[in-house]
């Protein structure tokens, strides 16, 4: 019998606490959230007349005490606003701009000076020659007429059985420019 009253107890003080909880709602609203939107919309309307477009209400935006900056108008509504100064741009090559930072060279040849290159053969197919040069630490490349090797923006102007004809450009003390053809040959084996 104690044991049905005390049921009968925690059932009507979770029926109250229910029918409480469902009359009263603790929290903004759909309307609330529909009337604070439509006010940060016309605060960006206003402030939208202070984008740089707008030049007539610019001034009078800076004036009168409302956000002239056009990321500040944004960010109450959650938008973005992307302003491209001084920032990479996000479409260029990160392999072009790798080459941009070694000082316009291209090629990793042109990292060495010519004393520092051997070359060890020379391969053609009729008219196609090309050599096969080696950097100091052992790395091979092959190159072809009018490629640019050297620190000097030299040029293969020939490639021939055995040697390798390349044009230098030297800035003089002078300060003249002048150029300087380099004949590389290929190293005879000594021994056997």
């Known amino acids: 019998m104690a044991r049905t ?9 979770l029926v109250l606490a229910l029918g409480a909880c469902s009359q009263n709602t603790s929290g ?11 006010e940060i919309l016309a605060k960006h309307n206003r402030n939208a007349a ?3 477009g707008n030049q007539q209400q610019g001034a009078q935006g800076a004036g009168d005490g409302t956000a002239a900056d056009p990321g500040a108008a944004l960010d109450d509504i959650g938008a973005f606003f992307y ?26 040849l042109e990292k060495f000076d010519l004393g ?10 009729g008219n196609r020659r090309r050599a096969l040069i080696l950097d100091p630490s052992g790395q091979a490349y092959v190159v ?8 000097n923006a030299g040029t293969i102007l020939a490639i021939q059985d055995s040697t390798m004809l390349v044009r230098e450009k030297y800035v003089d003390f002078h300060g003249d420019q002048t150029e ?6 290929i190293r005879q084996s000594q021994g056997g």
Do not use: C
């Open 5 to 13: 009253r005390w049921m009968i107890a925690v059932t009507a003080v």
């Open 28 to 38: 903004p609203t759909a309307s609330d959230y529909q009337k604070q939107r439509a």
């Open 50 to 52: 202070t984008l740089p």
């Open 83 to 108: 302003d491209p100064v001084g920032k990479r741009d996000p479409f260029r090559s990160f392999i072009q701009d790798h080459k941009s930072l070694d000082d316009g060279i291209d090629s990793p």
């Open 116 to 125: 520092q290159l051997e070359v060890v053969g020379v391969v053609w197919r």
């Open 144 to 151: 072809a007429e009018g490629d640019t090797i050297g620190k």
């Open 180 to 185: 300087k053809e380099i004949e590389m040959r």
